[in-house]
């Protein structure tokens, strides 16, 4: 089982910047892409959670359209890490951001990168972003 980490949030200003990082543990569980398809959702105050960008085996994505344009996600191989980028910040943008996986098919397709919320298997603590205006 998977476990993710998520760190990189925390307060900025409207039309600023973040990047959250999204690591596997313990690391020795191996390359975390070559078994689980990835993304990040967001939950604010009395709201859903909600999908933001998805990652699928190759270099699709996907973004919810409200940060179309505005939020790039990425993986680094490497580094067993994933990223979302997340640029021109606006208030609405306040909430708690989660890494989560989903088990890749027998095939070893994502089927496209997907961002519904009950398809995820692996959540991650979640990590603060707060935008002032």
């Known amino acids: 089982q998977v476990q993710l980490v998520e760190s990189g949030g925390g307060s900025v200003q409207a039309g600023g910047s973040l990047r959250l990082s999204c690591a596997s543990a313990?690391?020795?569980?191996?390359?975390?892409?070559?078994?689980?398809?990835m993304a990040w959702f967001r939950q604010a105050p009395a709201k859903e959670r909600e999908g933001v960008a998805a990652?699928?085996?190759?270099?699709?994505?996907r973004y919810t359209d409200s940060v179309n344009g505005r939020f790039t996600i990425s993986k680094d191989h490497a580094k067993n890490t994933l990223y979302l980028q997340m640029n021109s910040l606006k208030p609405e943008d306040t909430a708690v951001y989660y890494c989560?996986?989903?088990?890749?098919?027998?095939?070893?397709?994502?089927?496209?990168?997907?961002?519904?919320?009950?398809?995820?298997?692996?959540w991650g603590q979640g990590t603060q972003v707060t935008v002032s205006s």
């Open positions: 313990p690391s020795t569980y191996g390359n975390m892409y070559n078994r689980y398809c």
């Open positions: 989560a996986a989903r088990p890749k098919s027998r095939g070893g397709s994502c089927s496209g990168a997907r961002l519904a919320v009950d398809e995820y298997n692996y």
């Open positions: 990652i699928d085996s190759g270099a699709g994505t």
